[in-house]
Every structure is written in C-alpha cells, then in structure tokens.
C-alpha cells in the first residue's frame, strides 16, 4: 500500500467504534482515521479527535456541539441526526466504518455506498431494515465488507467459491447467558443478568439481543442480504464456545469453517485489511488444549425472538424494518428497567401482528414504518 488508508468511524465512542480506533493505532503505518462520529459522548469523542488528529466530526446530539467546539476548536462539526450520514458521503475516507447502533445507522449505510465509498458494516440493523435497497445501491463487488464475526467468518469461507455450489450456511451462536434455561424461567431475568454475556463484550442493546436470540434472527436476515441466500437455507445452529465463527456447506458435502479467538479486533481489521492480512496482538487458540467443540439445536420456545425475527425475514418487505424497531424500543425499555423480559417477544409480536407488510421503494418508506412501529412499541408497552 502507498499511502495509509483513510477510514471514518461512525459509532466511535462504542465497543465497535472504540475497538476501530484501537486497530487504527496499532497500525500508524497502515491506517489513517479522518473523521468520527458519535451521539453523545463528547469528552470521548473529543479526546479520540485529539489523539488521532481528526478534523471532521458529527455529533448527533445537536444540543452538544457547542461544548465539542469547544474541546476541538480545529475541527469541523456536523451537527443533528443526519450528521453522521452527511459525514459518511462528505468525507474523504476510502473506508466507512459504520458501526452506529440501531436503525438510526442505515442513513450512513446508503449515503456511504451511494457515495462509491467503501464499506466496513458492523450496524446490522441496516441490512435488517433496508436489505433489499441497501444491496441494491451496491456499486462494485465487494463495497460491503461485514464486520460482524459471523458473516466476516462466511464471507472468508466464500471467498474463490462459485456462489451456485453453496448449500447452506451454518450461522453459529453461543447461545447467550441464559443457555438451557426454558421460558417461564426467563420471564423476570434482570438487565444486570442479561449483561452477563459469557463470551463477547459489547454494547447494552446487541447484548440483550444476544440474550433473546433475537442477534440470531437478525443475522440470518443480514447474511441473507449480504451473501444472496434464501433463508430458508441458513441454519443457526447454537456452539458455546464459540471458536467456531460460522460455517459455508458446499454441494458436494464439503464444509468450510471459520475458526479463530473470540476477539472482535480480528473481524474489524479484516474489514480495513481484505485482501491483506495484517498482524494482530490476540491471543491464538490452543487446539491442543481446546477439549471439545459442542453444537446443538436453538430452543425456539424459550427464545420466541428468534423465531420472530426469521418470521419477519421470510414475510420480507417492509416487515424486518417494523420488528426490527419494536425490539429497539422495548430493548431500550427493558435496559431502562421499565419493561420486563418477557416483554420483549410480546411486544415484537403484537407490532409485527398489527403491520400490513409492503414491498419499500425508498428510504422514506422504511424511516415511515419504522417511526409508526416505536410508536405502536410505545403503546404496547
Ligand atoms: P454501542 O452501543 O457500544 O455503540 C454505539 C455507537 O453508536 C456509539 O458511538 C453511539 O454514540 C453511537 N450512536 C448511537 N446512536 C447514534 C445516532 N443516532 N447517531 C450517531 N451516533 C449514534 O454499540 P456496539 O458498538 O456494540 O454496536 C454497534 C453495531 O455493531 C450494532 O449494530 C451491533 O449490532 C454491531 N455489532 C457489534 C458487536 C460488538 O461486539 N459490539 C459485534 C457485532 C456487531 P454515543 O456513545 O455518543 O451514544
Ligand atoms: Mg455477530
């Protein structure tokens, strides 16, 4: 490579966003960050600007742009709900890394490809919600690169195969916190216990959507997408120990699998790095000590989000985008301590229950349904 790359990172001041910004700066030679963006987190993000020397930053808290000024007097700040999207096709990163949370991410998502940059996803909500039109917008072969570990797993196991030979995809899942345990024990799980994830650390939402499954359903719709198969021929299968990132079954009974240590700095540099591969600090797995790799069955019944979110994926249209915002809002609630467990299939359940579905044609279609199903969320609540 002659020069560094340039990349932006939206979402910096999260676990996606923070763990970019760590890869950046074990790699001067190699990356270049030139732009950030967050919601709220001033001091951070100002101290990331510092550190990194950026001078484009978006702040979607609109109400503290004036104390980031103030921080970084240098730099210049795009300010309110479309700031980060701005940023993605204003600045002059080759790479966007968008890893922004929730819905609020797909604005950046097509403003970034329709800008002929490319992309480095972690915000799965994106494909979730606009699936069909964000791959529609895709301009070169391999503009998306995922970030997420299991489709960075698949995306490597595909790679040099004809894309007719795939039989399946095996999507792994560790099964979350509360592994084994049957529905009625589940009803009144606290915030705190569904925090406890055993084996990734990462932000509050995507982690209680680890412990609901519903991560899963979101996946296998985000894999659909991304890699052109029916989801009818993605199985989740749940792995604990999660050394095995995901899996490609090809016609002729051969199966690729991706394996490697439970750290999500290796996906995220692979994202900035393919084709190459850089070095990394992790720690390598053992094989020889490893003991044994467990796969089994996902409980459909006491995890009710993942079947509702495959629901959804096969209803298709406009119906992931409206699941997709039921469960931000009664997430959000949940981890709020106003709504409990239980309440999140529920809630999920009814708003998808209450949606007439239809084909999207634009941006503002999705944005539309997605406004209408928190509100709905709200009431169900
Ligand atoms: P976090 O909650 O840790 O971080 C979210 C980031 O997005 C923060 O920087 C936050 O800013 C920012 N943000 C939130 N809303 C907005 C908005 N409306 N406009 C601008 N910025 C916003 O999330 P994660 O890093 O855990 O996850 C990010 C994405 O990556 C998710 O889609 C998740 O599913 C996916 N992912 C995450 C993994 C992980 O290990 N964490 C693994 C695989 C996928 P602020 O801090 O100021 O609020
Ligand atoms: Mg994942």
Not at 70 to 81: C, H, K, N, Q, R
Not at 93 to 101: F, G, Q, R
Not at 168 to 195: H, N, Q
Not at 228 to 249: T, W
Request: charge should be negative; charged fraction near 20%.
């Amino acid at each position: 490579m002659t020069h560094p790359l340039r990349i932006a990172v939206l979402g910096s001041t999260g676990s996606i966003g923070r763990q970019t910004l760590d890869v950046a700066a074990s790699h001067p030679e190699r990356v270049r960050v030139v732009a950030l963006a967050a919601h709220s987190n001033v001091p951070l993000l100002a101290q990331q600007a510092r550190t990194h020397h950026v001078t484009q930053i978006a702040l979607a808290d609109a109400s503290r742009a004036g104390s980031l000024a103030g921080l970084v007097p240098e730099a210049t700040i795009y300010s309110g709900d479309d700031a980060a999207a701005e940023l993605a096709a204003l600045t002059d990163a080759e790479v966007v890394v968008n890893a922004l949370v929730g819905a609020a991410g797909l604005r950046s998502t097509v403003t970034c490809l329709d800008a002929g940059k490319r992309l480095a996803l972690a915000n799965k909500e994106s494909l979730v919600t606009g699936g069909t039109l964000v791959m529609s917008r895709v301009r070169f072969a391999g503009q998306i690169i995922p970030v997420d570990s299991e489709h960075s797993a698949i995306f490597q196991c595909l790679s040099g195969e004809p894309h007719s030979a795939v039989r399946r995809i095996w999507l792994t899942a560790s099964g979350g916190p509360f592994r084994g345990r049957c529905r009625d024990d589940l009803a009144d799980v606290t915030a705190e216990e569904a925090l406890r994830h055993p084996r990734w650390t990462m932000g509050p939402k995507i982690t209680v959507d680890s412990a609901t499954l519903m991560n899963k359903g979101l996946e296998a719709i985000e894999a659909h997408h991304l890699f052109d198969v029916p989801l009818g021929r993605i199985k989740i299968v749940i792995h604990p120990q999660s050394c095995v990132h995901s899996m490609v079954e090809y016609v002729d009974g051969t199966v690729k699998a991706h394996l490697g240590p439970t750290d999500m700095r290796i996906p995220i540099q692979y994202a900035l790095s393919h084709p190459e591969r850089w070095t990394a600090p992790v720690e390598p797995v053992d094989f020889a000590t490893l003991g044994h790799l467990d796969f089994e069955e996902p409980d459909m019944d006491a995890f009710p989000c993942l079947a509702l979110a495959l629901e959804a994926g096969r209803i298709g249209g406009t119906m992931p985008a409206v699941m997709n915002a039921a469960n931000e809002v009664v997430v959000a609630a949940f981890l709020s301590g106003s709504a409990r467990f239980c309440d999140i299939p529920r809630v999920v359940e009814a708003v998808m229950e209450a949606h007439d579905p239809f084909e999207p044609s634009s941006l503002s279609d999705i944005e539309a349904v997605d406004h209408a199903a928190r509100e709905l969320a709200r009431h169900a609540l």
